[in-house]
């Protein structure tokens, strides 16, 4: 190639090299707030929509323990059996949506600061004149709450399973992807390739939560449900100490006050 | 003092548009990837920075010829998904730019572009898919590489449940394979899968294929006395393949392949069975680590006797021609922010363009990926 050939080469190479330089900078200011704004808007629409969901359930819910509630009035114990068991999936739907409800709120929060949830999960506070009576119905209350815990662990740890392992099978996807387009031979492959359709016939299908989740518009993998499950998990476990510790106190104090001063 | 003549000078500046296309274009995926949340949230943009090792840059079937050599890699891209979930319907679109830039041996430098545009009609139990996709592949030291693949596709899918489905597709294929010649090929493939539900977390599957295959080129044989070959103008192809396998979903994820490929050729040197396993397994492992293993192995074995056919100009890495092993491993993990770090280690003992000899290499890259892992 001649000098002069050299020369326009580099300069074509350098007006592309400024092209890129430009590209980077316009693109660059308040892209980082606007993003930020946008995800919180998006949160809050996620939250709100959770929450009329799970109202809703509940609604349905009530309207449910009425019927069965007549069923049982009337001495129909068949139809009164079928409620019920309608009522007990419906019931894990709640816990489900309550949790995803939770989850979102948390994830909110977290982006704006904010302390998470101090009032989904009350600590039982023993009065000054609580009688041995009320305190220890405080005690039933916080065993309770830590039951309820217990039950959305389990809910929380199952969705985080099935999260990862559909981490997983999309990073099985993306290797098999890249092994087609981005390997040589995926530029001439007449052929279909590897690609198997993994996630599709996964039939272990996301739980309630993961779902909900994914209908959200915009949440993707970078927002990281994974972690926002892992974080509630945390949340939940130190709840559920301070909610045991809280119970022994007031079964404590309810002793205490039982044998006076 | 002299001038250029317009005919080198316009190639001079043809090749210039193409290598300031890069930069240009990464520069367009930047800045679309920086706005993409305020535009549109359904914008998703990913990245990998890395670099890796590549025992044979050039494929050499002699081990005495190896060239060992590192590189640098970049990937940029970025996804549009109006879907409305569960049901994924409405259209997708993807591009995406890779570039790897070797250290020493810079003709192996190369640029890959892959666009894509689909739409998704579907309903509970019936989907149909359209999709368009487009691959440009270029070599800046060496623009007789470059490659165009354009493929357009369609499929139909029913579902039972959780139990079952089928899936058939059609695809149209065509692909310039040297930018100053008439060097190309097209071809079409159909291929339908059933899969059901065998227990638990186990699925069966049965895959047939066909696909038809046109080549332009000519087609140089070596034969011993009393035999010949060609010479073809056009060597055309046409395969069939019967397959079976089992997936499993969860960790282990697993995906094991059986096929036997029967291809015939107007060549008949070049016709062939082959048998092909194909093994994807994955594994959750503590610490959100993932660990995957892709295992390509296939047996040929060429029905015609006597003659070799030369493709000497052809890839090494084109699955439509040569037997290809491999076993790829990846070991993943999210370290915060979106981003992943990956280790992806690589060997492959591929068919060289002379059938029946083989060239064996090795690879190894270290990157870091932000996005890149979409939840359906």
Redesign the interface.
Known sequence: MTGCGRQTLRRVRRAGLVILVIAVGLAQPDAQTARQEAVQRRCRERSDSLANYRDRLIVSAESLAAQQARAAGRGDRDLEGRLLARGETLADSIRAVSVAYLAQRMRCQQLGGALPLRADFPLPEAGEADPPTLLRQKAGYARDLIDRIDRWLATVGGERDRLAELRLAEEMRRLVEDQSVFDERGALEIGGGDALGILEDHPEAPGLLARLLQEMPGMAAAEEPEAVLAALETWLLERRSALVARASDLEAEALRRERGP | MMR?SPG??SD??R???R??????T???L??????A??AA??I?AEARVGGGYDTNVYEAVSSAREVRDSYGLL?LGLHLQARR??LRRGAHASL?W?ADRFRVERRET?H?L?GEVGWRFANRRRALELTGSA?R?TFPADPERD?T?YELATALQWRWG?TA?L?I?G?G?F?D?DPNGPAE?R???A?G?Y?H?IGG?W?A?QRI?S?S?RYERRVRGECPPGYAIGPYDRQEAE?YLVGV?I?R???P?V?L?YGLRATTSNVSTLSHQRHEV?L?A???LPA?V?A?V?V?WNVTSYCGAGCLAVLADE?P????LWE?NSV?L?L?R?VGA?VAAEVRAAWQRNEAPIPGRYYEKGSLQIALM???????
């Not at chain 2, 890495?317 to 439509?320: A, F, G, I, L, Y």
């Open positions: 250029d080198p000078r001079r500046l090749v210039g548009r290598r300031a296309a890069v930069p240009c990464a520069g367009l930047l800045c679309l990837a920086w706005m949340p305020r949230p359904l998703e990937e979930a569960p995406r890779a190369r890959i892959w691959t592949r490659v693949r959780r489905r899936r597709e695809a294929v692909a394979t090929r071809g079409w493939r291929n899968e899969r539900l977390r699925q599957f294929e696909r295959v395969t396998g997936a979903t969860g960790s994820l995906q392949f194909r994807h994955g594994w959750l959100r993932t995957q892709m390509r890839d890495e084109d699955p439509d290809q790829v990846q993943r999210p979106g932000y996005g890149g892992a979409r939840l359906p």
